[in-house]
């Protein structure tokens, strides 16, 4: 039982039992039990369909209330200095503030509503850019979220995160947002046999996640409709919390940099920490298969990086010494070129036994 539960068990109950108390003080039940009994019933259904209608409050809402409420007080404030001012103007040439007052009270509606209707459209529009810093009421939603690295299902089932965090190169708290799980579920349940492989992968990620010491990992509960696409949720909420998105998403990677939200794309990541090869160094590389082009070979470096061999068709299963002409970044990870150049059989080449 979560503790939001238990308080909403507590509230009912505490209600009911305040208006059974106030019955009893208020009524004699041995002449008549019936309106305490009713007002009792009354009092128990109000707080139920209380309790209904809070917990199916979106939190969005909340918030878009309470800035409502914050827009109408202020502006009833400038609405009644302003009528106090155009009072200050009048009084000279009317003579006494009743005067004054009877003169301009047939527009102080319209000049309320006016205001209150601009105020109130300002607070909203401007309710996710500024923090109104009175005493406990915060309108952004950017609390100690603020910073923290919003996983997408792709980095979750990719598996990497884990190491990557573990390195504390990524700063913050990890969040996972719970259409993110729902995901991961769909494919865990899937009839397909790779979409439940992955799905199980990306879930057995999530508990290595939570259970690794030094990482801190929050499941976020969002106000998302099930049928919204997820990228756009994921960028709506980075925007929400002043967060970044971790991804290894090509089309989520663009769409959430054109919005100016921050990006860790894993891949990117993973090239950056390659080793570096220069052009004119000369390297040991075995040739694993024949190349697209004529007369080449192709074999990979430690970290998997491809590598093609120009000359290195004639020598697929031996390793061979190539020395580095280029290399080009592809959407796919780096590409490296190099030339074999046999003018010593015996340096050049070992043979594989």
Do not use: H
């Amino acid at each position: 039982m979560t503790i939001r539960l238990l308080l909403r068990i507590l509230f009912v109950i505490f209600a009911t039992g305040f208006t059974l108390q106030a019955c009893n003080l208020a009524y004699d039940w041995e002449d008549n039990a019936t309106i305490p009994l009713i007002y009792t019933a009354i009092t128990m259904v109000c707080a139920i369909a209380l309790v209904f209608f809070e917990s199916r409050f979106q939190r969005s809402i909340v918030r878009e209330i309470v800035a409502i409420a914050f827009g109408l007080a202020a502006g009833i404030v400038v609405s009644l200095f302003t009528i106090g001012i155009i009072i200050i103007f009048v009084l000279p040439s009317e003579g006494d503030l009743t005067s004054a007052f009877e003169r301009i009270q047939i527009w102080i509606p319209l000049i309320m509503t006016a205001i209150c209707y601009i105020s109130v459209t300002i607070v909203l529009q401007t309710r996710g850019d500024f923090r109104f810093l009175v005493p406990y009421i915060d309108f952004s939603d950017r609390g100690q979220e603020e910073g923290g690295v919003i996983l997408d299902t792709s980095v979750v089932i990719d598996g990497r995160i884990v190491d990557i965090s573990l390195t504390n190169i990524i700063g913050g708290v990890l969040i996972i947002p719970d259409f993110v799980l729902r995901e991961l579920q769909s494919l865990a349940d899937s009839a397909d046999k790779m979409k439940r492989k992955r799905g199980r992968r990306g879930l057995d990620v999530v508990s290595n996640l939570q259970k690794s010491e030094g990482i801190r990992v929050q499941i976020r509960e969002t106000d998302v409709d099930e049928k919204c696409d997820v990228d756009m949720e994921l960028v709506v909420l980075a925007r929400k919390i002043n967060g970044k998105i971790a991804t290894n998403d090509f089309n989520l990677n663009k769409v959430a940099r054109i919005d100016g939200i921050k990006v860790i794309n894993i891949n990117d990541l993973a090239n950056a920490m390659k080793p570096v090869v220069l052009p004119g160094e000369k390297i040991y590389i075995k040739i694993l298969r024949e190349g697209d082009e004529n007369k080449q070979g192709v074999g990979y470096l430690d970290d998997g990086t491809m590598l093609v061999v120009e000359g290195g068709k004639d020598y697929v299963g031996d390793t061979i010494e190539v020395t580095i002409t280029g290399s080009i970044q592809t959407s796919a990870g780096k590409l490296i070129f190099a030339k074999f150049e046999n003018l010593a059989p015996s340096k050049s080449v070992k043979q594989n036994v």
